[in-house]
């Protein structure tokens, strides 16, 4: 069964540093991993897809890296600004399956 | 696309009574998720389709629980009678192919008193 872990749990840092966040997953056998973003009271904004057979994916100030071998992922956040202050959430589908699995999320406070 | 939409946005109710909520997919979307998300439990997968046809109820908590597709543009899951453990936060997700990712709505914040 797959399981999706988040570390931390929460993270809070000053306005204009790079941060990273962390996912690991126990079956290496996925078919793809996305990151997600939360706001309180909102639904999920989908951030960053990588497939498989992809080692990263960048969008504007996000970095999503994939090491499918050791069951990791990384979100890099560059130059941290208030407004990316939210629930960050990681979650994978493995091979032969259709459902998203998700962690229980990093939930991130950017102070100005 | 006004992307995958829910209602309602909250609904409270009085234990025992059957709650409905809706979602609309995003059009030409062939598979809808019903993931449930509680402070305790983080996000559950409930049900998913396929076209149309369920294909994994293996999440659904109990027998009150029960979920429809009957189009493509159309589901609902339903709890009949609710409790006030069904408190949390409901969302439906579509997607076209897995590998093209999941599209969420905004959620239906269930609250049974």
């Known amino acids: 069964k797959q399981e999706v872990t988040q570390i931390p749990a929460a993270l809070s840092v000053p306005e204009g540093e790079n941060l990273v966040l962390n996912c690991s997953f126990t079956?290496?056998?996925?078919?793809?991993l996305q990151w997600f973003r939360q706001d309180p009271g909102k639904g999920l904004t989908s951030l960053l897809l990588?497939?498989?057979?992809?080692r990263e994916q960048t969008s504007g100030r996000l970095n999503a890296s994939l090491d499918k071998s050791s069951g990791r992922s990384t979100l890099y956040i560059a130059a941290s600004q208030p407004g990316d202050s939210a629930t960050y959430l990681c979650?994978?589908?493995?091979?032969?399956?259709?459902?998203?699995?998700f962690g229980q999320g990093t939930r991130l406070t950017i102070n100005p | 696309d006004a992307g995958v939409i829910q209602s309602p946005r909250h609904e409270v109710t009085e234990m025992g009574q059957e709650v409905t909520l809706r979602c609309k997919p995003i059009?030409?979307?062939?598979?809808l998720f019903w993931y449930r998300q509680t402070m305790m439990r983080g996000l559950e997968l409930l049900i998913y389709?396929?076209?149309?046809?369920?294909?994994?109820d293996s999440g659904m908590p109990e027998d009150r629980f029960s979920a429809k597709m009957p189009n493509a543009s159309f589901s609902t899951l339903k709890i009949q009678p609710s409790e006030p453990r069904d408190s949390a936060v409901y969302f439906c997700?579509?997607?076209?192919?897995?590998?093209?990712?999941?599209?969420f709505g905004s959620g239906t914040r269930l609250t049974v008193v």
């Open positions: 997700a579509s997607s076209f192919l897995r590998g093209r990712g999941y599209t």
């Open positions: 079956d290496s056998a996925i078919y793809n």
């Open positions: 990588i497939q498989s057979s992809q």
């Open positions: 979650a994978v589908i493995t091979q032969g399956a259709q459902k998203l699995v």
């Open positions: 059009s030409g979307h062939n598979s």
């Open positions: 389709f396929n076209n149309n046809v369920p294909i994994d």
